[in-house]
């Protein structure tokens, strides 16, 4: 993107940025949002720094997790604009009726989504010894690899497509032409939060 993602201005009512358009669609469903990492991008939310000795998404998740108060907690990755407040609940209900599941993840074209998905605030410490045994490996610990090892309640797309049809709430902006077609999807759709 050739420069911090999660805080770049998402054009549109009051150029958020991007990181903040995300958490605010959501902002009504969990409590005060916390950032793993070092800048808050104005926010004034909570951060938190990556699980020492350790590096990427794996870190934040872990730090996140660990820094967090209640028992299930709704991650979020800082570069999806459109997640569907509807499929946040869906996984919500989801996390309440399978008490044994560590987490509660979506897949999407047979891969996990653990940027979109609630955990268990004490699957924590199973989530540290995972990463750990991954990182002795020759490639080291990816996050979809160290979740998958965690008691999940995977969310085939037939079940999540209920509640987010098109599949919107996957849509990130890894790039500056992902960015520019997402906010043309906002603005061209009143449902995305623009204007019709």
């Given at each position: 993107m050739g420069s911090d993602k999660p805080g770049i201005p998402f054009p549109g009512p009051q150029d958020p940025a991007l990181i903040r358009r995300g958490a605010d669609r959501l902002g009504e469903l969990a409590g005060p949002p916390i950032i793993a990492g070092q800048n808050d991008y104005g926010t004034g939310w909570r951060l938190v720094e990556d699980e020492p000795g350790m590096g990427g998404p794996v870190a934040g998740l872990i730090?996140?997790?660990a820094s967090a108060a209640s028992d299930w907690v709704l991650v979020l990755a800082a570069d999806l604009p459109f997640p569907s407040p509807q499929l946040a609940e869906g996984l919500v209900g989801i996390a309440r009726r399978e008490p044994l599941a560590q987490a509660v993840v979506p897949e999407r074209e047979g891969r996990l989504e653990p940027l979109f998905a609630i955990y268990r605030h004490d699957a924590v410490d199973a989530l540290r010894t995972l990463a750990r045994q991954l990182a002795r490996s020759r490639l080291?610990?990816?996050?979809?690899?160290?979740?998958?090892?965690?008691?999940?309640?995977?969310?085939?797309?037939?079940?999540?497509?209920?509640?987010?049809?098109?599949?919107?709430?996957?849509?990130?902006?890894?790039t500056p032409g992902e960015l520019a077609a997402a906010v043309e999807r906002m603005w061209s759709r009143p449902d995305q939060g623009g204007n019709p």
């Open positions: 730090a996140g997790l080291g610990p990816s996050l979809r690899q160290t979740v998958s090892g965690l008691r999940l309640r995977r969310v085939g797309e037939a079940e999540w497509r209920e509640w987010d049809p098109e599949g919107v709430s996957f849509l990130n902006c890894n």
